[in-house]
């Protein structure tokens, strides 16, 4: 297809809905990251038209009706796991458990200034009320 300028074919490559991937041929390096950014696809090639696909460290996959997630790449290992927070407070932080004990807001509230203080003076202060109450 022909076009005029890039708006123009930007916007006719984004009148779909899909989105799987795009292509720029040009010399000028710089004109293809403008137009790259604009694209709504999944991947674009620059001077290429189908190596990405076979790229393993590349995610591969769409937007809009062209997409389901990504293949390949570090974003597609996230599909196939299932992640877990886990925290554990210290054994002195006693006060902080289930049911509350007196003295467990001075706790938390000294763990608060000490991480969160807005000058050395308030997180020392805050550490120390922590120690004290635990």
């Known amino acids: 297809m022909t076009f005029k300028n890039d708006e123009e074919v930007l916007s006719l490559a984004n009148d779909s809905k899909y989105g799987l991937a795009g292509s720029i041929w040009t010399a000028d390096i710089d004109r293809a990251y403008r137009m790259m ?3 709504k696809v999944g991947h674009v090639m620059i001077n290429n038209a189908v190596q990405s696909g076979g790229c393993a460290t590349l995610p591969f996959g769409g937007e809009r009706d062209s997409g389901v997630g990504r293949l390949s790449g ?3 290992f996230f ?4 992640q877990k927070s886990v925290m554990v407070s210290p054994k002195m932080a006693k006060k902080l458990w289930m049911p509350y004990k007196q003295g467990s807001d001075k706790v938390s509230m000294g763990l608060v200034k000490a991480i969160y203080g807005d000058s ?3 997180r020392f202060t805050g550490f120390w009320e922590f120690l004290k109450n635990s």
């Open 37 to 39: 950014r604009q694209l």
């Open 74 to 76: 570090e974003q597609a």
């Open 79 to 82: 599909n196939w796991v299932s």
């Open 120 to 122: 050395i003076r308030n």
